[in-house]
Structures are given as C-alpha cells and as structure tokens.
C-alpha cells in the first residue's frame, strides 16, 4: 500500500466530515463509458452534443436513442468494487461516528449505479438516467426499462401529449436548487473532500473541490490521468477507483 493511500485512509478515519465527488469515472470499470474518455461516442456524435436542450428541441427520437442505449448498457451493469469501497465507507462513518460523523457522496453521473452499490446519502447533481419529466404539465416517473418498451413508442409521450424528456440536467440548464445547495453544504464543511473519476471540467460540479479546499480541506483525486485539480491536492492517486477505493475502506 503505498504511503498515499495509507495516509488518505487513516485521515479517512479520522474525520468527521467527508465529502465524495463523483464522475462517470468510477463507472468505467462497471462497462459504461465516459463522457470524454476513449468509445464515449454514440453513432459519432459527442455527449455534449445531445445532452442539450436543444438536441431535444432538434431531434427528440435521437436523444432518446441514445438514452435508451446507455440505458440498455446501465441495465447490463453492475456496481464496481468503487462503488461498493464508498458504500462501505459510508457504513464505517456512520456506525463508528454515533451521528457526529458525516458523509456525503456527491455524484455527476445519472446512472444509478451509488443506489445500487448501497450508498444512501447521494446528491444527485446531474438527476437521474431513470426518471423522466413531462416538458408540458410537468409530471415525474421512474422507470428502470428501455423508454422504448416501456413507453412502445420514442420519443415517449405524456397522457397529456406532450414529450417526456429525461430527468437528466442538460448543458445550459441550471442543476436543481435543492440538491446544489445541500451539496455546498457538504462541501464548505468538509474535512477531506474526495474527487473520483471525473476530469473536473463540468462547472458548476467541478468547482466543489475548489470550494473545500479554500475552506482548508484536505483534498484527494483518485483518476489515472492528471486532472485541473491535481496541483490543489493533499494526495493525488493515480490509479483507476475500482482498485484504489477498496484500500481505503
Ligand atoms: C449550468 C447529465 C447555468 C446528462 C451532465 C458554454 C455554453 C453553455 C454552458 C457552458 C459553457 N461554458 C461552460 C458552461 C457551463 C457548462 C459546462 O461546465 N460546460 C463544460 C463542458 C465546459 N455547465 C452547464 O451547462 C451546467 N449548467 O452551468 O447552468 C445556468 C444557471 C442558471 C440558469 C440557467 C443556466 C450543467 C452541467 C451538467 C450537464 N450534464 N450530465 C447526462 O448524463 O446525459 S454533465 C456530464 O459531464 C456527466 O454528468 C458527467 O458526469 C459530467 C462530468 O464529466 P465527468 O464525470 O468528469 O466525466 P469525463 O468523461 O469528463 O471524465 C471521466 C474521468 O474519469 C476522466 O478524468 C478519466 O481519466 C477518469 N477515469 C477513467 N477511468 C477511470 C477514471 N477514474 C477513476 N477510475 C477509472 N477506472
Ligand atoms: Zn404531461
């Protein structure tokens, strides 16, 4: 174990406030791509290019195929040993620390993938790749199949006609009032802030680190590539989540 990783994991153990941020990074060892990584392409077009409100303006039966593509990957996926390490984390915490310890798990992917690891306490700042949300009277479901089976038809339609949409936060549309809020909390008191798998380059999630570190927390970056916030961190750990994370726990 190197002198990092011990290091991390005992001021893991040590502190009473511990934010994770999370990117599609930690879901790569699960089989689902990333968003800028090598084969995150979809018939050539690139995730920012659709995950806009205007490709759904422009083409809402593409945007929904490419939904229902990562949906059919998510659905093949399981949580990694990344996922399952900050779940445990999470466990250890709130166990050991008799409600003095906190931790919260801030994640930008859409994927379901924390829930199903067994983390409980996740802000989702980028929604969820599960529910939709009706563009004309607004109503909100979840459903965990294609959109195209569950729904016969895509774009799928709301009972009062118009498109459903997923409940995802596209580029250009702010993230939800609540769970940004929740999660500058989280960030402005944390002791150590952890950033796993994400290239720190979508705002305003990316900016959480910097936030904690202003703040004087201790920072980590678990990525196997250098990232923007490798130069602020107390460790950077250079390796995929799905191996390092364990280690921690
Ligand atoms: C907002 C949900 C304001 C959808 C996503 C110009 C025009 C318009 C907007 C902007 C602009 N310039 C800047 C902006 C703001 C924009 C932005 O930041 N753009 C970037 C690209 C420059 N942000 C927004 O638009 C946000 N909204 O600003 O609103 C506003 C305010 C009020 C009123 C109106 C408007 C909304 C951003 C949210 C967009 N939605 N996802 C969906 O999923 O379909 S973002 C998308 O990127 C995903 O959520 C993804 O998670 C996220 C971040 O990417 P990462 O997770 O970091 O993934 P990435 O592929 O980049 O990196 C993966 C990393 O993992 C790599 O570093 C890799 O090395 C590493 N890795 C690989 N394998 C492993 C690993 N790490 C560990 N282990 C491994 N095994
Ligand atoms: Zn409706």
Redo the contacts with the bound molecule.
């Keep these: 174990m190197t002198d990092s990783v011990r290091a991390l994991r005992q001021a893991l153990r040590e502190a009473s406030a511990i934010v994770a941020l999370t990117?599609?990074?930690?879901s790569?060892?699960s089989g689902i791509p990333?968003?800028?990584?090598a084969n995150?392409l979809w018939r050539n077009y690139a995730?920012?290019k659709l995950?806009t409100p205007e490709a759904f303006d422009r083409d809402p039966r593409l945007v929904w195929e490419w939904?229902d593509w990562?949906r059919s990957l998510i659905l093949k996926a399981q949580p990694n040993p990344?996922h399952l390490a900050l779940a445990e984390i999470e466990r250890h915490v709130s166990t050991e620390g008799a409600g003095k310890r906190r931790f919260t798990l801030l994640t930008?992917?859409?994927d379901g993938l924390h829930d199903r690891a067994g983390s409980h306490n996740i802000i989702k700042l980028?929604?969820d790749?599960w529910q939709v949300r009706c563009t004309g009277c607004g109503r909100q479901e979840r459903n965990d199949r294609l959109a195209v089976e569950y729904y016969g038809q895509l774009p799928p339609r709301c009972r009062c006609g118009a498109l459903l949409r997923?409940g995802?936060?596209?580029?250009?549309?702010?993230?939800p009032q609540d769970e940004w809020q929740r999660a500058l909390n989280a960030a402005g008191s944390a002791e150590v802030f952890l950033a796993?798998?994400?290239?720190?380059?979508?705002?305003?999630?990316?900016g959480l680190a910097e936030g904690a570190w202003a703040r004087g927390a201790k920072v980590a970056v678990?990525?196997?590539?250098p990232?923007p916030l490798d130069e602020m961190d107390t460790w950077v750990l250079r390796a995929?989540?799905?191996e390092v994370l364990p280690k921690l726990t």
């Design positions: 990117g599609a990074g930690i790569r060892e990333t968003f800028r990584g995150g995730p920012e995950a939904y990562r990344g930008q992917n859409v980028h929604g790749i997923p995802v936060v596209w580029f250009g549309e702010p993230l796993i798998g994400t290239s720190a380059v979508v705002y305003p999630a990316a678990v990525n196997p590539e990232t995929p989540s799905g």
